[in-house]
């Protein structure tokens, strides 16, 4: 975790400036949260609602349309004196890309986790995302409301399956249907929300619930007092802590990451929003509170500090190409952008002007004339900028480190059902990788084939029903072919092949003798193909035998089974003869060629396929499953181990039986399933194998 100590005072502007996420599983509630918290601070005058596609976050008519986030929205509200730049987060495995860019941005996070599941798959995922950036968080335990729902059992998943330190300070007042309100340990006071009310009823804590409230917040003040030292003087001298005591060691554990604040609520019925937002001011820091922002220049490693009048440096992490403009969305971390300003993008090494600058409310603006340390915002008039880009000030470069950006495991080949759209659809795929970088796009160079990769089956169809929808093509989307390979199985030896051709004038000769054999390229190194001549006496002059090797390569384009391109193989020319008029460097690269063709055909070929080598982690008791399924693709399992609590298992599998392995995996371990693959060559396809070819 991030530690720095703080110096400011409360009457620095930015020590008033929230920065933060919105983590959890899908369908957890986290857009929900958003909503209420957006009503609660009045930035709305309607409650949004997911199920209604009303809400403000989820803007995109896709996201509408299936009630999820998949883009991360960037929200400003104002809350106590403290303004809150607030990101909602996709919560589907497939878009954690999106949570990637945006944690590297933020200073602290809420995670939102159901009160019925407790923790879920991407919980985890996204829980480990939060760690590797050093991202402070509270926990908000939501859905209180519901049958089922239970604090004491979503805490212990917390504890057991993300093994941080979680201190409860809320107690829930009623249970299911009859939640109604919490209990605030740190105060000992009650907040009950009655029927269609938005504001809560402060209160003494009720009758029915004293004891228990006394003995939560006792074990609340040993579990702080373990881990704080000015806490444990206090709790020492006084057996108790004070609410000031209690508060500022919550918010020192929470800074620090050696605590985790967890609160409870029911988002959906407005209850346990106000105190959320009030955890969110006290306890998560500002920009002031995280250590200064760190790049390189020339080699060596710059630090820029949270401050306006510091030189400027900024972080694009979100690109939105739309027919009217690009919208850049920035992480200012040190100094001042003002409108017309010109920056340098370090990266790119060019200069781009600011047109404008906005504060954002998802889909809507509002202009700003300038930016400081500690905003995020989102500037027009950047032509070349991409996610992960680097804007300073021009006389002062800095470069900072970019999210990183996860290998595509799934592929899908796409062409415009009409010739004529072929271009706009080449142009509506750049747009999409620019705007999104965990989208690629390439040409097949066997295939022909434009293939698209992304993070799992649900991104790329969104990504498609996005060049439908935005750009009115029609598009047709299937798996991309397999580049296969041949091989020589066992060749022949003595091949002749003579290349006569007289039709006026100067004619062609050549006449070789070709040894055709396996090669394995680790014995030798090379590309795949070995030539070498062993004529003796002169019967073949030099620059001829570089002919028939030209000749010879230009056969393995296209090998007898189907069409596949050559490799594997050793072809030696042993013998040959020459006419002194006919024979030329084009009559023996035609004899090689076809010399070699031939002999190709008289051989006994090999089909190879493409190999991969796949590292599965899983949790230990859905091994068995993956086993069964590598082995049903054909996987060879080379390896099995344990890492961290959970299985690994790697296996050498046909890169054709891995289309749909990610969506396989996911429902074979709940989500919880993850693999890499990794290239390694080509092995003998099976004979049953239906091959098309690549012409």
């Known amino acids: 975790m991030r530690t720095h100590v703080s110096t400011h005072t409360r009457t620095d502007p930015l020590a008033g400036v929230r920065n933060l996420g919105i983590l959890a ?89 159901d009160a019925v599941a407790g923790v879920e798959p991407q919980s985890e995922s996204v829980w480990r995302q939060a760690d590797r950036h050093g991202v402070p968080r509270i926990a908000f335990v939501n859905k209180m409301d519901r049958a089922g729902a239970d604090l004491d059992t ?30 605030d340990l740190v105060r000992m006071r009650a907040l009950v929300w009655a029927a269609g009310a938005d504001a809560a009823e402060e209160g003494p804590v009720p009758d029915a619930l004293r004891e228990e409230a006394a003995h939560r917040r006792r074990l609340l003040e040993e579990a702080v007092a373990e881990r704080h030292p000015a806490a444990l003087e206090e709790f020492c001298d006084r057996e108790t802590l004070t609410a000031a005591t209690l508060a500022a060691a919550l918010r020192d554990l929470t800074r620090t990451g050696d605590g985790v604040v967890v609160l409870c609520g029911s988002a959906y019925r407005n209850r346990g929003v106000e105190p959320l937002l009030d955890a969110v001011v006290t306890y998560l820091p500002s920009p002031l509170d995280v250590p200064p922002v760190r790049g390189t220049h020339d080699g060596t490693e710059q630090e820029r500090p949270a401050d306006p009048a510091a030189p400027m440096a900024a972080l694009a992490f979100k690109v939105n190409a739309t027919p009217t ?5 920035v992480r200012v971390y040190s100094g001042t952008i003002e409108k017309g300003d010109t920056v340098w993008d370090a990266g790119t090494r060019r200069t781009e002007r600011i047109g404008r600058i906005l504060r954002v409310r998802a889909d809507r603006h509002d202009p700003l004339d300038r930016a400081v340390a500690g905003d995020i915002v989102a500037v027009v008039g950047l032509k070349s900028a991409r996610a992960g880009s680097t804007l300073c000030a021009p006389g002062a470069p800095l470069l900072l480190e970019p999210p990183g950006v996860a290998e595509p495991v799934v592929h899908v080949a796409v062409e415009a059902r009409r010739a004529t759209d072929t271009d706009r659809l080449a142009s509506a795929l750049a747009r999409l990788t620019e705007e999104d970088p965990s989208l690629a796009v390439r040409t097949d160079p066997e295939t022909g084939q434009t293939v698209l990769s ?43 092949y003579r290349h006569v051709k007289q039709d006026g004038g100067a004619g062609q000769f050549a006449h070789v003798v070709l040894d055709v054999e396996p090669w394995e390229r680790d014995t030798e190194g090379g590309d795949g193909f070995v030539f070498r001549s062993a004529v003796v006496g002169g019967r073949v002059p030099q620059e001829f ?34 006419h002194v008029k ?114």
């Open 25 to 113: 599983h899908v369908d957890a509630g986290k857009t929900t949260v958003t909503e209420r918290i957006l009503y609660t601070t009045g930035t709305t005058h309607k409650r949004g609602e997911v199920h209604d596609g009303t809400t403000v976050t989820d803007f995109d008519p896709q996201e509408r349309d299936r009630g999820i986030t998949i883009f991360a929205a960037a929200v400003s509200c104002s809350w106590d004196g403290h303004r809150i730049n607030l990101i909602d987060t996709p919560g589907h495995i497939d878009f954690a890309d999106e949570v990637e860019r945006s944690l590297r941005v933020l200073d602290g996070a809420v995670a939102v986790f």
């Open 154 to 183: 979503a805490v212990a998943s917390i504890r057991e399956r993300l093994h941080p330190v979680p201190l409860v300070v809320q107690l829930p007042v009623g249970a299911e249907d009859g939640f109604t309100g919490v209990v």
């Open 325 to 329: 403009g690009r919208l850049t969305y």
């Open 454 to 496: 992304g993070m799992g089956e649900l991104h790329l169809e969104v990504a498609m029903e996005r060049v439908r929808r935005e750009h009115g093509l029609e598009v047709s989307v299937g798996r991309p072919g397999v580049a296969y390979r041949e091989t020589v199985g066992e060749g022949v030896t003595g091949f002749v």
């Open 545 to 578: 035998v570089r002919a028939v090797e030209a000749g010879c390569r230009d056969a393995l384009a296209e090998g007898p089974l189907g069409g596949h391109p050559v490799t594997g193989l050793r072809v030696t020319l042993t013998d040959g003869q020459t």
């Open 582 to 695: 006919d024979s030329s460097d084009t009559a023996f690269r035609t004899a090689g060629r076809f010399g070699l063709r031939d002999a190709l055909r008289a051989s006994e070929m090999v089909l190879l396929e493409p190999v991969v080598e796949v590292t599965v982690t899983v949790p230990e008791d859905a091994v068995g499953g993956v086993l069964g399924d590598l082995a049903a693709r054909r996987g060879r399992v080379t390896g099995s181990g344990t890492r961290g609590g959970a299985a690994v298992v790697t296996a050498t599998v046909p890169l054709a039986e891995l289309f749909g392995y990610a969506t396989r995996l996911r429902s074979r371990t709940q989500g919880r399933g993850t693999f890499t693959a990794r290239p390694t060559g080509y092995a003998a396809a099976p004979v049953v194998t239906a091959v098309p070819t690549t012409r």
